[in-house]
């Protein structure tokens, strides 16, 4: 046995441990913010067919620029609010951005007119900027490369249990149409949602914590170890003069840009189905004669993001244990993009919904690896830099997808034309994936995935 492998099994016992205080302290506190965060910047679209749309006189493309303008407060401070996380600490600045973003969350229970909900929108954008990248970035500054494909997992399992959870929620919090405060039921959606924002961004500032070195619920040799493997694996991405990148090297990669790009089709597909399967389900009943009422419809809602969590899961751990591979998220891609389309050709709704559900599990499974291969070649600001800027121009779909979507509905009277841009978006991500595979930038080589099998959170 070699030395590194004698090192390895000597240290399994602490390393497991390590991990798996990890995966029980901090990344389900870090989901439950991440599902706040969602629950807020979704609840726009239960809130549209729901009542909102007709007070507030709504158009289809009036309603996609409001739930997108949110992304243009979002991508303009981006990088810039990583770079105060990396330097003020994840712990603070994570705890500022939910309180803030809660805050204006609140203000959409009295919200008037479409100029006002384009205004908060925007500053919704502008408070949430860089809390997604930033827990990424912090969950990476905690975990081995090695282990981060399981650990990402388990944080993205809040993004579709947040629509499991939350579409029926919502639901519930409609229906109380003048039961509180006399408020009509979406109004109070909004306010009900905003509240646990501020809550749990208090709690944050006084429960996590920045480093291993602070948390005193690790032993100091689950801190040694965590620390130590950080610290070589951080060494290991230093160029041969020893100066690490910085910002405007990032600005200049090309394989930053090119996740960009990636990221950005999956982004397209996922808030194409956050903003309008609602709505598309409130169709079922010109397109199929059914009638569902609010609670049903959030429930219908739900059902394809049980199985994407289900799934998101899985596909990950296969990942780990494999080590990644490019079709751990071209295949998503491709599946994603022959779906989505086709779910409007279906002769039911259950059909419709069996379809999107494909659509859901697809999208879901490639998201937590396609986030592992930032931090396999940028450290420390570059990190902070990079993952900002690939989540700021990906989240250019964001703006993109429900504005094109409103759009291409208003203009075309349907839904046909707008499903086959999300799936020529996907398509795009699959191709590039396979363009960066080529360059021997995305599989992992055997020493790394037989790393995988002797670490801590491989199966026994």
Not at 284 to 312: C, D, K, M, S, W
Request: glycine share 8%; charged share 15%; proline share 5%.
């Amino acid at each position: 046995m070699d030395t590194m492998s004698t090192a390895r099994h000597g240290e399994s016992d602490v390393a497991r441990s390590a991990i798996r205080k990890v995966a029980v302290r901090l990344v389900p506190f870090v989901a439950l913010m991440f599902f706040i965060n969602y629950l807020d910047r979704t609840a726009i679209g239960f809130a549209a067919p729901n009542g909102m749309n007709d007070d507030l006189a709504l158009s289809a493309a009036q309603f996609g620029f409001a739930s997108g303008v949110f992304f243009i407060g979002y991508i303009i401070l981006e990088v810039p609010s990583n770079l105060a996380l990396h330097r003020f600490g994840a712990r603070r600045w994570l705890a500022r951005i939910m309180v803030t973003w809660g805050i204006v969350a609140l203000l959409f229970t009295w919200v008037q007119d479409f100029t006002q909900l384009a205004v908060l929108r925007f500053l919704l954008g502008v408070a949430e900027a860089g809390f997604f990248p930033g827990a990424i970035l912090f969950l990476s500054l905690w975990v081995p490369a090695r282990y981060r494909s399981r650990i990402l997992a388990l944080f993205y399992l809040a993004q579709p249990l947040t629509t499991v959870i939350g579409a029926p929620l919502a639901g519930v919090l409609i229906q109380q149409d003048g039961t509180f405060f006399g408020l009509e039921g979406w109004r109070f959606m909004f306010f009900a949602v905003a509240l646990p924002a501020i809550i749990v961004g208090v709690i944050a500032w006084f429960y996590l914590a920045d480093r291993p070195a602070d948390a005193k619920w690790l032993t100091k040799a689950e801190q040694t170890w965590l620390t130590r493997e950080l610290e070589a694996e951080h060494k290991s991405k230093a160029p041969s003069d020893g100066r690490h990148p910085g910002i405007r090297s990032v600005f200049g990669n090309g394989r930053v840009w090119l996740l960009s790009l990636i990221y950005f089709g999956f982004i397209y597909g996922l808030y194409t189905l956050a903003f309008f399967l609602p709505a598309i389900i409130a169709e079922f009943e010109a397109r199929f004669g059914t009638t569902f009422n609010v609670l049903q419809e959030g429930l219908i809602t739900a059902i394809p993001y049980l199985p994407a969590a289900v799934v998101l899961y899985l596909w990950s751990r296969d990942a780990t244990r494999r080590g990644l591979r490019t079709w751990h998220i071209a295949v998503p891609a491709f599946a994603g993009a022959v779906s989505i389309p086709l779910a409007l050709f279906a002769g039911s709704p259950v059909l419709t919904i069996a379809i999107i559900t494909v659509t859901a599990c697809a999208i879901f499974a490639a998201l937590p690896n396609f986030w592992t291969l930032p931090t396999r070649f940028l450290t420390g600001v570059a990190a902070a830099a990079g993952i900002a800027l690939i989540n700021t121009m990906g989240n250019l779909a964001g703006f993109a997808a429900p504005y094109i979507t409103g759009a291409l509905f208003d203009w075309t009277g349907g839904y046909v034309l707008p499903m086959f841009v999300v799936g020529g978006f996907m398509l795009l991500s699959g191709v590039l994936m396979v363009v960066l595979a080529r360059r021997g930038q995305v599989d992992e080589p055997p020493s790394v995935a037989a790393s995988h099998a002797d670490g801590p959170t491989a199966d026994r």
